[in-house]
């Protein structure tokens, strides 16, 4: 697969919040507002969005998509179908394992329950931002990936960075058909994917096939004893009842609060709870432990009550 040649293409951004393409390129005249539900609120009350040069602009299979650079970060926008802009990733390609979107670092409250993961899976690759982390900050984990579109494959390799070798493996493959047919189990599945939204998925683009209280059950029974499964809830009419199924399927769950009104729920197997006192110490460590950009203390706080 080869993708398009673009000429200097550059997107601006006024008051309003339009995005206009100016020069050659693609052809394209006019784009939507950007939504950056994926990005920090505080980004997002200060009305920013990303400018750059337009790198890629390319539909699949499965999804339209765009890449943009400015100066050393890269995004990863998908593009529905009435035009709206999302925020899948984004990258500072000097410090690719700093995770730049608020989602990504909430995932990794996955340490709290099982602090030295041996094998994790990621379903849904994007732009690979997390798989740079585990890269950076905990290089004896074995880190599976399946994406179902080779597409995005492509773009992470050309433009993310990310490509199997070492530690890393990644599959070209449908998830729920690889969960359920691999005799593999993990410590963490980090469940992350979306489509294009159509009468398939839900608003959001998760496939609909992927939230069942059955689907969510055969996922439990491919995690080891005291594993976690991650879930990246983005905000949706049926929020509440996909945590309600979520909650159905493990003995426990914990679920945290982003600032653009999504969730972070860590299914846990282990039939112990743990209360919010504790998992503020455990939170301590991990910042001592990890000393990222972020802190798991700070990430706690975000429990819901």
Request: aromatic share 10%; proline share 4%; charged share 25%.
């Amino acid at each position: 697969m080869s993708f398009p040649r673009l000429t200097t293409t550059r997107l601006v951004v006024g008051a309003a919040g339009l995005v206009l393409l100016l020069g050659v390129g693609l052809g394209l005249s006019a784009m939507s507002r950007h939504s950056t539900a994926a990005v920090d609120a505080e980004q997002d009350e200060a009305g920013f969005l990303p400018q750059g040069e337009l790198e890629l602009d390319f539909r699949s299979k499965f999804s339209h998509f765009k890449v943009t650079r400015e100066e050393t970060t890269r995004t990863l926008w998908f593009v529905r179908d009435n035009g709206e802009e999302v925020v899948e990733s984004q990258v500072d390609i000097n410090r690719p394992y700093d995770l730049l979107v608020e989602y990504t670092r909430f995932m990794f409250l996955s340490y709290l329950f099982r602090p030295n993961p041996e094998r994790v899976l990621i379903v849904g690759l994007g732009g690979g931002s997390m798989t740079h982390f585990l890269g950076r900050y905990d290089r004896k984990v074995k880190v599976d990936v399946v994406e179902i579109d080779p597409a995005i494959i492509q773009v992470a390799a050309r433009y993310f960075g990310v490509r199997s070798g070492g530690n890393l493996n990644i599959m070209n493959a449908d998830g729920l058909e690889y969960l359920t047919k691999t005799k593999a189990k993990y410590d963490v599945i980090y469940m992350d994917a979306f489509l294009k939204p159509s009468a398939d998925t839900d608003d959001t683009g998760v496939p609909v096939r992927m939230k069942t209280l059955n689907f969510y059950k055969s996922v439990r029974e491919k995690v080891n004893s005291d594993g976690v499964v991650v879930f990246n809830l983005n905000p949706h009419a049926g929020q509440a009842d996909d945590v309600k199924l979520i909650r159905e399927a493990f003995p426990n769950i914990y679920v945290f609060r982003l600032n653009y009104n999504g969730l972070v729920v860590v299914a846990s197997t282990s039939e112990q709870h743990v209360p919010t006192r504790a998992l503020d110490r455990l939170a301590a460590g991990l910042d001592r432990r990890f000393r990222a950009t972020f802190s798991f203390r700070r990430m706690v706080e975000r429990i819901a009550r």
